[in-house]
């Protein structure tokens, strides 16, 4: 049974503990908010980039490009974006359980974050690269890891890249997601709506004729690396849209429980410390009754 000195010493502990996972709260939290704003806000630009090239898609004929080829042989090749730290919930084992999914033999890896690529060097799986991006992910890293993932597509033996990432949907809810990459087909957009709350829909093209100059062809061609660039970073920016909360709701609960921990202990405490005055009293009623 425990002393009354260890359960002080344990409440002391965890009232530490405590104000570490408060501070870590409180600054997820701030973080956030900012990432939430700008996950959200970037989403109407990607629908309306979308709703474009669904649009010259529709117009561009007989196109032809690299990335939008479909190749009927070759390995497959998988993005998986994480995070770089840990303490948030468990955002990234349900990530990495999804891309423990792929088959070993036929799939590649390239990794953006570090635990994405602690995984893929824990269970040695085909490594292609590995990338970092900045708390504040900007449009260079996207558009660093988009080249790549671009390169990767056109090389032989390589036909299609995914993309694995978490979306962020609301505070309180994230989801792994999977999500076609090259070739480039099938053009679909998310819709956000409160507490980011997602739809996915097919864009088509709308029923008004427009006129492209140069052609739709040239635009399209332009169009596309761009459009790739855009949705690498829009992922970016959901992921850490979903970090941040995940990691603000982690720590909320850790202090959560220590603070329950802390009153139970303190109970604890109490009631020894009531057990011990009791004995002692009993003691001194004890040994003056055998003396009167």
């Given at each position: 049974m425990?002393?009354?000195?260890?359960?002080?010493?344990?409440?002391?502990?965890v009232?530490?503990?405590a104000?570490?996972?408060?501070?870590?709260?409180?600054?997820?939290?701030?973080k956030?908010r900012?990432?939430?704003?700008?996950?959200?806000?970037?989403?109407?630009?990607?629908?309306?980039?979308?709703?474009?090239?669904?649009?010259?898609?529709?117009?561009?004929?007989?196109?032809?490009?690299?990335?939008?080829?479909?190749?009927?042989?070759?390995?497959?090749?998988?993005?998986?974006?994480?995070?770089?730290?840990?303490?948030?919930?468990a955002?990234?084992?349900?990530?990495?359980?999804?891309?423990?999914?792929?088959?070993?033999?036929?799939?590649?890896?390239?990794?953006v974050?570090r635990?994405?690529?602690?995984?893929?060097?824990?269970?040695?799986?085909?490594?292609?690269?590995?990338?970092?991006?900045?708390?504040?992910?900007?449009?260079?890293?996207?558009?660093?890891?988009?080249?790549?993932?671009?390169?990767?597509?056109?090389?032989?033996?390589?036909?299609?890249?995914?993309?694995l990432?978490?979306?962020?949907?609301?505070?309180?809810?994230?989801?792994?997601?999977?999500?076609?990459?090259?070739?480039?087909?099938?053009?679909?957009?998310?819709?956000?709506?409160?507490?980011?709350?997602?739809?996915?829909?097919?864009?088509?093209?709308?029923?008004?004729?427009?006129q492209?100059?140069?052609?739709?062809?040239?635009?399209?061609?332009?169009?596309?690396?761009?459009?790739?660039?855009?949705?690498?970073?829009?992922?970016?920016?959901?992921?850490?849209?979903?970090e941040h909360s995940?990691?603000?709701?982690?720590?909320?609960?850790?202090?959560?429980?220590?603070?329950?921990?802390?009153?139970?202990?303190?109970?604890?405490?109490n009631?020894?410390?009531?057990?011990?005055?009791?004995?002692?009293?009993?003691?001194?009623?004890?040994?003056?009754?055998?003396?009167?």
């Amino acid at each position: 049974m425990p002393s009354t000195r260890d359960i002080r010493r344990r409440i002391k502990s965890v009232k530490n503990t405590a104000q570490i996972t408060k501070a870590m709260q409180m600054v997820a939290a701030s973080k956030m908010r900012r990432a939430q704003q700008t996950a959200l806000a970037g989403r109407p630009y990607a629908m309306l980039m979308n709703q474009m090239l669904a649009e010259v898609t529709a117009n561009a004929g007989d196109f032809h490009h690299p990335l939008i080829e479909k190749k009927e042989k070759g390995k497959h090749a998988l993005m998986v974006i994480s995070t770089d730290k840990g303490l948030c919930g468990a955002l990234n084992t349900n990530l990495l359980r999804e891309a423990a999914k792929a088959d070993v033999d036929s799939t590649i890896f390239m990794t953006v974050g570090r635990k994405a690529s602690q995984f893929v060097a824990r269970t040695k799986r085909e490594l292609s690269a590995e990338f970092t991006y900045k708390d504040v992910p900007d449009f260079a890293d996207a558009r660093a890891i988009s080249k790549y993932g671009q390169e990767l597509f056109l090389q032989e033996g390589i036909k299609q890249v995914d993309v694995l990432f978490t979306n962020f949907i609301s505070t309180l809810n994230q989801h792994p997601e999977l999500r076609p990459f090259l070739p480039v087909g099938e053009i679909t957009g998310i819709e956000a709506g409160i507490e980011g709350e997602k739809s996915e829909t097919k864009l088509e093209a709308s029923p008004l004729e427009f006129q492209f100059e140069p052609t739709a062809g040239d635009v399209l061609g332009n169009l596309l690396p761009h459009y790739l660039n855009y949705q690498i970073y829009q992922l970016l920016l959901e992921c850490k849209a979903s970090e941040h909360s995940a990691r603000m709701v982690a720590m909320k609960s850790a202090t959560d429980n220590a603070n329950q921990l802390i009153k139970d202990l303190t109970l604890e405490y109490n009631k020894l410390r009531q057990a011990s005055i009791t004995n002692e009293l009993l003691e001194i009623t004890s040994a003056s009754l055998s003396v009167g």
